[in-house]
């Protein structure tokens, strides 16, 4: 089968080795996700903004795949301060409430960047009807 990626210039694509996304028939894997541009942090210290960005830059790659959020079937959160879930999931519910895909919040040790808050992937199935 072919695969498309998705490359979104991201510091550490190139160095580890992995694409944004890929999308294999129609299932498409987006790869952790978390709120940087240009190199930079987005939104630091606000989880909200940080989710808010992650899902725009999701939906960016999935767009870009034949893809829509209401495609996503499930949405892995992984955050470094767990009391910050109502932030995260605000943002989220903006993004999924009418698609409610199976979701996970799990609290880590840290991210890549310490300034990061939370890593997002996402898992979708396209219905090519």
């Avoid at 795949?65 to 932030?87: H, N, P």
Wanted: hydrophobic residues 45%; aromatic residues 6%.
């Amino acid at each position: 089968m072919q695969r498309q990626k998705v490359l979104t210039g991201a510091p550490w694509e190139t160095v580890v080795g992995y694409c944004r996304a890929i999308r294999v028939g129609t299932r498409i894997e987006v790869a952790g996700t978390t709120a940087v541009q240009d190199g930079e942090v987005v939104g630091v210290g606000d989880a909200y903004k940080q989710t808010q960005f992650i899902l725009q830059t999701i939906e960016g790659a999935l767009q870009e795949l034949g893809a829509k959020m209401s495609d996503v079937i499930r949405t892995r959160m992984f955050v470094t301060d767990i009391s910050k879930w109502e932030e995260i999931g605000k943002a989220h519910g903006e993004f999924f409430r009418e698609i409610q895909p199976v979701a996970s919040m799990i609290e880590v040790k840290g991210l890549i960047d310490p300034d990061l808050l939370i890593e997002i992937e996402v898992d979708a199935i396209v219905n090519d009807e």
